[in-house]
Nanobody
Framework: VQLQAYGGGLVQAGGSRRLSCAAS????????MAWFRQAPGKEQEFVAA????????VYADSVKGRFTISRDNAKNTVYLEMNNLKPEDTAVYSC????????????????WGQGTQVTVSS
């Protein structure tokens, strides 16, 4: 499956942004989906993950209550709605897919999309 993330940009602190990740070349509903992020000089960080049907979601503590992951299997797309953004949310956000495990560990994911930059200004 091929993944393409988009929707990043420059946002003021306290603002909102929605990221999208479009999938192609596979049966999207078979995949568990996740968002990760990586800030300059830092390791890749788990952000959120969602089950195949969307009934189960998992969040990093740092984004819980501010970010919402969702998916539309009819549109082969997973979303990350980000609210109350903070400067520390600045990073390249990437989506990932896996057919077997809903995990916080990036190495568990088989497929990755090109990241999209989110910059939050203070």
């Amino acid at each position: 499956v091929q993944l393409q993330a988009y929707g990043g940009g420059l946002v003021q602190a306290g603002g909102s942004r929605r990221l999208s990740c479009a999938a192609s070349g596979g049966t999207f509903s078979m995949y568990l989906m996740a968002w990760f992020r990586q800030a300059p000089g830092k390791e890749q960080e788990f952000v959120a993950a969602i089950s195949r049907s969307g009934d189960l979601t998992v969040y990093a503590d740092s984004v819980k209550g501010r970010f919402t992951i969702s998916r539309d299997n009819a549109k082969n797309t997973v979303y990350l709605e980000m609210n109350n953004l903070k400067p520390e949310d600045t990073a390249v956000y990437s989506c990932a897919a896996d057919s077997s495990t809903l995990s916080r560990v990036p190495t568990r994911y088989d497929y990755w999309g090109q990241g999209t930059q989110v910059t939050v200004s203070s």
